[in-house]
């Protein structure tokens, strides 16, 4: 079955670095999205991406966070300056459309 | 905004036993709801999608029932066994805006006891 593939599973930065989230969707699909979950919360929404531009995005999606599809597999999340509270598990997923996600098994980012 | 519910936020059950997870929205105005599962630090296992026209879905032991108008789905587990033992999540997909994001329950975590 096809699958979400994200890297790096875990990945531990300094609190003011750069990150970057990697994800390779499902290749026959047109819709990407990017949600996190602190820790004992709620899965939330982050933001989504269509057709080379992000269509929605959240109140947590600020400036501090970009996405970017760089070539025809991969889609990122980038955080600028990571803060303590930017600590999260960060899934990405992918769609055909107003169907299901698949999502991916999640990147932890631990900001120290 | 659309706020998702679930309850029990925790259950405990011998082995065998047959339970159902139960999970409530406040729009009804949704393209879909999709059931997941999630083990401890891991990533969301889509168990099941049902789209706003259908009633229910089934993939083997689960089956997961909509009510739309009332804002309600059921996921019910028949025969529980131990690695059934996860997180389960709820999330519903909803007309409003672009409906582009899912809105997530906090989940309900099982244990099935050997």
């Known amino acids: 079955e096809p699958e979400v593939t994200q890297t790096p599973s875990h990945q531990v930065t300094q609190m003011g670095q750069e990150v970057i989230l990697r994800c390779v969707p499902i290749s026959n699909h047109l819709y990407f999205y990017w949600y996190r979950q602190i820790l004992g919360q709620k899965v939330e929404f982050l933001v989504s991406f269509y057709n080379n531009e992000i269509s929605e995005k959240s109140e947590i999606f600020d400036d501090q966070f970009s996405v970017e599809r760089p070539d025809g597999s991969n889609f990122t999340l980038k955080i600028r300056s990571t803060k303590l509270e930017d600590s999260a598990m960060y899934f990405c997923a992918s769609g055909t459309g107003f169907g299901g996600y698949t999502f991916g098994s999640g990147t932890r980012l631990t900001v120290v | 905004k659309q706020e998702v519910t679930q309850i029990p936020a925790a259950l405990s059950v011998p082995e065998g036993e047959n339970l159902v997870l139960n999970c409530s929205f406040t729009?009804?105005?949704?393209?879909?709801l999709q059931w997941f599962r999630q083990d401890p630090g891991k990533g969301l296992t889509s168990l099941l999608l049902i789209q706003s026209s259908q009633r229910e879905q089934t993939s083997g032991r689960l089956n997961a029932s909509l009510d739309k108008s009332s804002g309600r789905s059921t996921l019910y587990i028949a025969a529980s066994q131990p690695g059934d033992s996860a997180t389960y999540l709820c999330a519903v997909r909803t007309r409003g805006g672009t409906g582009n994001q899912f809105y997530f329950g906090t989940g309900t975590s099982l244990t099935v006891i050997p």
């Open positions: 729009d009804s105005a949704i393209y879909n």
